[in-house]
């Protein structure tokens, strides 16, 4: 399904696209319906079928965990009474999900707190386990089928280790979940099969067909991001993940292998703008980065010239173009200038602009994209993807770090085949839901109560834009609005009949007050960068020009009526 045309009728908590469980967004219809969300009320809760899979772990994932841990005490003499656990797709992301837990509770590693558990396709379940013993490591088995590693803990930890798969990325896919509960060495042969490729139950056939898919993907990749300037990046420079923060929390490592592991030091980054939230918190949370955050400002790349020509050591410098929520445009070409002077790694997450719009290859080291949004645009499959820049100092040791850890990141057969069969119109879906955004951001701004729109066409960023805009690009898909005063931002968004969740780069239409959902716990200080809690965001979709019209000028007029409390100025 590419649009929805009467989201105004999905109830709350449905999927987004409706119908698939393994949707990445769910409904949330009105404004209280997110609030309600972000401050976990049990209303809210009960009625989601699905959410997006970082911030809510799948149902089946859950499912998954509880036979897990029956068998668990079953084979074992663990004792599972208060214990929780997360899946995790490889052994030394589970590592590093024990590390993450011991540091934030004070526990010391070899305490026994928390756990590792290998499990095999063939039902066989071990303990605490240490590379060398893991029982696949070297054995090929069917694709789809490799080793699952629980990460159990006690039932206080949740939340950290929540806190692990959200932002790393690293969790166990709905469909691999579904795979194990469905047809796995535990399942109680309860659920009917989900799965839509069960035709290629072949392993030949499907590895065939998965190496086929990935490499039709890099060559999509590697094409678009070598389609202006003077960088051209081979496919063996595209790496492909399960998801897109997995692909940034991997060049992160990577980053960090190369630059402090050796020397035994706390590795210094600069994050560029108020960038997504969980870019920030994969760096300082989950690696142990001291981090900096710096404004879109050209002057704040002046504070952080002074402060590198005083001797300052940065290992890396990471932001997006343009960012996300306010969709300003940094001045790569100085950060660039900066990263050669400087010796850092320049990484740019280019999702909001995307290739098919921006070449911002040529100025930095490393490019990330999150799949998931535009790329796949069903709103139904996760991945991600990391570029490296030919020309870069970097690149020779990042390519080596980066193909070492690739085995770790076992993206789902089912997932990569999915999201090479939606990405094969990805540059003409992206540039038609741009040309859509100029013009939602032209009406918009047209309106009296419309304090602000966030888009990089008419933006006080847009000639940095324009300088990495392909020639027959567009100024991207997403867009953010300021109103008046927040009675007539809920007003707004409330009035407008488009589909409301999270998530962005959807073939439909989909909104959201942003800041509620990305900081409720942490407004003020999301304020103090213009991220304000009152904040609407619209990912704009491929629907027909004049339907959009209707729906926004209809919102528009809601917004007109409201009264405001207090008014904003200019």
Avoid at 34 to 51: F, H, K, Y
Avoid at 132 to 143: F, M, R, T, W
Avoid at 224 to 244: A, H, M, T
Avoid at 366 to 388: D, I, P, Q, R, Y
């Amino acid at each position: 399904m590419s649009i929805i045309g009467t989201p105004e009728d999905i109830p709350l908590g449905s999927p987004l696209p409706p119908g698939d469980l393994h949707a990445v967004s769910v409904a949330l219809p009105k404004w209280a319906d997110t609030e309600g969300w972000a401050s976990r009320q049990p209303r809210i809760l009960e009625a989601l079928q699905v959410g997006y899979p970082r911030f809510m772990i799948p149902r089946v994932v859950e499912t998954l965990v509880g036979m897990l841990l029956e068998e668990l005490a079953l084979q074992t003499e663990f004792p599972t009474a208060g214990i929780r656990a997360i899946i995790l797709c490889s052994h030394r992301h589970a590592l590093m999900c024990r590390e993450y837990l011991c540091r934030d509770s004070g526990s010391a590693v070899g305490s026994g707190t928390i756990s590792i558990f290998s499990v095999s396709w063939s039902g066989r379940i071990a303990v605490d386990v240490t590379r060398s013993a893991l029982p696949n490591e070297d054995v090929e088995v069917g694709p789809g089928m490799e080793d699952l590693f629980v990460v159990c803990f006690p039932e206080d930890h949740y939340t950290t280790a929540k806190s692990f798969w959200q932002h790393t990325g690293f969790g166990i896919s709905s469909r691999r979940a579904a795979r194990w509960v469905e047809l796995g060495p535990f399942s109680r042969g309860t659920a009917a099969p989900t799965m839509q490729h069960n035709s290629l139950l072949d392993p030949v056939s499907i590895q065939f067909a998965v190496d086929e898919a990935r490499a039709s993907m890099k060559r999509l990749i590697s094409a678009n991001q070598s389609s202006s300037g003077e960088i051209k990046i081979d496919e063996k420079d595209v790496f492909l993940y399960p998801s897109g923060m997995a692909g940034i929390t991997e060049v992160a490592a990577a980053i960090q292998a190369l630059r402090g592991r050796g020397e035994k030091r706390i590795c210094t980054a600069a994050v560029f703008g108020f960038l997504y939230v969980d870019t920030y918190k994969v760096l300082t949370r989950v690696l142990g980065y001291d981090a900096t955050l710096y404004k879109f400002d050209d002057s704040e790349i002046d504070v952080l010239e002074a402060k590198l020509d005083s001797g300052f050591a940065l290992d890396a410098l990471f932001t997006e173009f343009p960012g996300n929520p306010l969709l300003q445009s940094p001045n790569l070409e100085r950060l660039s200038i900066l990263s050669k002077k400087h010796g850092f790694v320049l990484a740019v997450d280019d999702t909001i602009g995307s290739c098919a719009n921006v070449n911002v290859l040529s100025t930095c080291d490393v490019v990330c994209t999150s799949l998931t949004k535009m790329f796949s645009g069903t709103s139904n499959v996760m991945g991600g993807s990391v570029a490296l820049s030919p020309a870069s100092p970097f690149h020779d040791q990042l390519h080596k770090l980066l193909l070492a850890t690739q085995r770790d990141n076992k993206w789902f057969p089912e997932d990569i085949l999915l999201m090479e069969s939606n990405s094969r119109d990805f540059v003409t879906r992206t540039r038609r839901a741009s040309a859509n955004a100029s013009a939602v951001a032209a009406q918009l701004r047209a309106h009296p109560d419309v304090v602000t729109v966030y888009y990089p066409q008419g933006s006080l960023t847009q000639s940095t834009y324009d300088r990495s805009k392909l020639p027959e690009g567009g100024y991207g898909f997403m867009l953010s609005i300021r109103f008046a005063c927040p009675e007539k931002a809920v007003a707004f968004h409330d009035a407008l009949d488009v589909a409301k969740g999270p998530s962005l780069g959807t073939n439909f239409t989909l909104a959201c007050p942003y800041t509620l959902l990305a900081h409720y716990r942490e407004l003020e200080w999301a304020a103090e960068y213009g991220v304000v809690e009152d904040l609407v965001r619209i990912s704009v979709g491929l629907e027909d020009r004049e339907w959009l019209r209707l729906r926004v000028a209809r919102a528009l007029q809601a917004a007109g009526d409201e009264g405001c409390m207090a008014r904003r100025g200019p």
